[in-house]
């Protein structure tokens, strides 16, 4: 597409792009400390932490960090923020699928919407067609991920096939990437991207925890509102020199 930068083309024909070094070894320490004392240790994550201002901060400068680099529109807002940590004691596989749950205010009488469910306390829908293409995750490692990590896979481009596109590929496990990471690294990828990820090795004594944090339009059609929506900073400036010095 004319007109985009190298980053915002990349993501538009694979549908996800390796960011590196976006966030310092320190502050990402902080925020796992943060991310620590939320957990209660027996889950492999939690959801809703847009609740925290740590965490209102940081989804604000990475909206800016993406804004900068052509992969998200000024008035896009934070809609979710979720923590997970795998490691050899707390561990799990995901096959591949696609995201396309969003949680939402509440149910509403309309019949398009579809896959209604209550995760955590909160309300999910399936994110509608024309929702689903605009939203962006932007996932923060906060340790480094090896193959060993239970690191993300996806296939490339099967964003740009639309929702429930498993079987468009024979065997979705021989074309799929891995996406490496350093501590401080972001992966920001189309919810629509076909993705899995494997265990953590048993011998591994690492852990992986990310911050996975999702972008969308600032309106829902149908009725829908956002369960909760952060509006981009007026001010980031002073936020980013404020998160690289840390």
Known sequence: MKGLSPEAQHLHDQGWIPLPAVCTPSACQQWAERCQS?????????RDLLDQD?????????HGKARSLGLLPDDHVAVQCNYFEKRADRNWLVPMHQDLSIAVAGRVAETRAS?????????FVHAPDEVLPQMLALRLHLDPCSAEDGALRVIPASHREGRSVIGYVRDPEQVAQQCLAQIG?????????????SKSASHSSSRRRVLHFVFGPPQLPWGLRWARSVAAAPDRSQLQSRIRAS
């Open 115 to 123: 896959g209604w469910s209550i995760k955590q306390g909160q309300q």
């Open 185 to 197: 690294d972001v992966l920001a990828m189309r919810p629509l991207l076909m993705h899995a990820s």
């Open 38 to 46: 939320l957990s209660d240790g027996a889950g492999v994550g939690s």
């Open 54 to 62: 740590w965490c209102v901060e940081l989804a604000m400068y990475l």
